[in-house]
């Protein structure tokens, strides 16, 4: 147990829909991250966010939209995705932007 | 933006063996932290080595940082099959002005019974 909490850990979902992707963290951390996973490829931070407010977008699509309501959850709210977004998404949190982070284990996005 | 690169990409070794992999990155780093990922799962924060440290140890881990050849390097020692994952490099980008940690493309490590 990492103490950070992902859901769900497999989504299927065809071009046109809408979903979420939920995280959330039991460690009293004030950064949260969401990262994006592809096979063969570096890590790719996606958002950061510090005290509840985002502190950084790594020039994401807008089909990609975070939300954190508190210290504790982080959201990534998804529409219209591209196949290839297939990938697994993976959330963080730590005490501030440079301490080590403690990650969830993912969700496996898959777009038909 | 990536900061750290892995290298070896994957590296295969038998039980008992030293595996050591390596780390390089372009710009001036606060710290450099090492991570490994289990098929499937997140990644584990390792080891955390300051820009001012030379070198750390944490059990049969020994991590090395030079900062004149913008280099790390992780070696794990008497390695078992448990420790088949990905290992990752991660370092801060303050001076580039991003905030966060940036992750390499990861050495896949298997380690033979």
């Known amino acids: 147990e990492t103490g950070v909490t992902q859901t769900p850990r497999h989504l299927v979902m065809g071009m046109t829909n809408k979903k979420s992707l939920k995280c959330e963290q039991h460690?009293?951390?004030?950064?949260m991250y969401w990262y994006k996973q592809s096979a063969k490829k570096p890590l790719e931070l996606m958002f950061v966010y510090n005290f509840k407010e985002q502190t950084e977008n790594n020039s994401v699509p807008s089909r990609f939209s975070p939300e954190c309501p508190n210290s504790s959850h982080l959201f990534l709210h998804l529409h219209t995705l591209q196949p290839e977004d297939s990938a697994l998404y993976l959330c963080?949190?730590?005490?501030?932007?440079?301490?080590?982070?403690?990650f969830g284990d993912g969700t496996r996005l898959s777009i038909l | 933006s990536q900061q750290g690169e892995e290298d070896p990409q994957a590296l295969s070794i038998q039980e008992g063996e030293n595996a050591t992999m390596n780390c390089s990155y372009k710009t001036s780093i606060n710290n450099l932290q090492w991570y490994r990922q289990n098929s499937g799962r997140g990644l584990v924060h390792l080891i955390l080595i300051r820009s001012n440290e030379r070198e750390k140890h944490s059990g049969r881990l020994r991590v090395t940082l030079d900062t004149s050849k913008k280099s790390s390097s992780l070696l794990i020692t008497a390695s078992r099959a448990a420790d088949t994952a990905s290992y990752f490099c991660a370092t801060d980008a303050v001076i580039l002005g991003d905030l966060g940690m940036r992750f390499g493309a990861g050495t896949r490590l298997t380690v033979k019974p």
């Open positions: 963080a949190s730590s005490q501030d932007e440079v301490q080590p982070q403690h």
């Open positions: 460690l009293g951390h004030n950064a």
